[in-house]
Nanobody, 120 residues
Framework: QVQLVESGGGLVQAGGSLRLSCVGR??????MGWFRQAPGKEREFVGA????????RYADSVKGRFTISRDNAKKTLYLQMNSLKPEDTAVYYC???????????????WGQGTQVTVSS
């Protein structure tokens, strides 16, 4: 069983920055993704990174503002979020899978989520 634990969420003003982290024990085996879910909405793709970090992909809504990265030695995934907007408010989840897909169904393991709130 893969356990993923996110941290780094919080309350920030619009235009600010946050960095999310996700730690996993068997982290290095998987491609990793970030998703988010706002109240009343479906879980949506944010970004993904390949197992060794050579490939990344992003949702259009965050491209140019968010950066996904990983440190396999530390078994940690990151999401650097800059120029945050109120519409970025959501619970953010990290996920592990075998491909850098964009659909939640393509990921096999999930963290518990961390709340990000952006005030206007």
């Amino acid at each position: 069983q893969v356990q993923l634990v996110e941290s780094g969420g919080g309350l920030v003003q619009a235009g600010g920055s946050l960095r999310l982290s996700c730690v996993g024990r068997t982290f290095n085996t998987f491609a990793m993704g970030w998703f988010r879910q706002a109240p009343g909405k479906e879980r949506e793709f944010v970004g993904a990174i390949s197992r060794v970090g050579g490939a990344t992909r992003y949702a259009d809504s965050v491209k140019g503002r968010f950066t996904i990265s990983r440190d396999n030695a530390k078994k940690t995934l990151y999401l650097q979020m800059n120029s945050l907007k109120p519409e970025d408010t959501a619970v953010y989840y990290c996920a592990a899978g075998y491909f850098i897909g964009t659909a939640p169904s393509e990921y096999d393991y999930w963290g518990q989520g961390t709340q990000v709130t952006v005030s206007s």
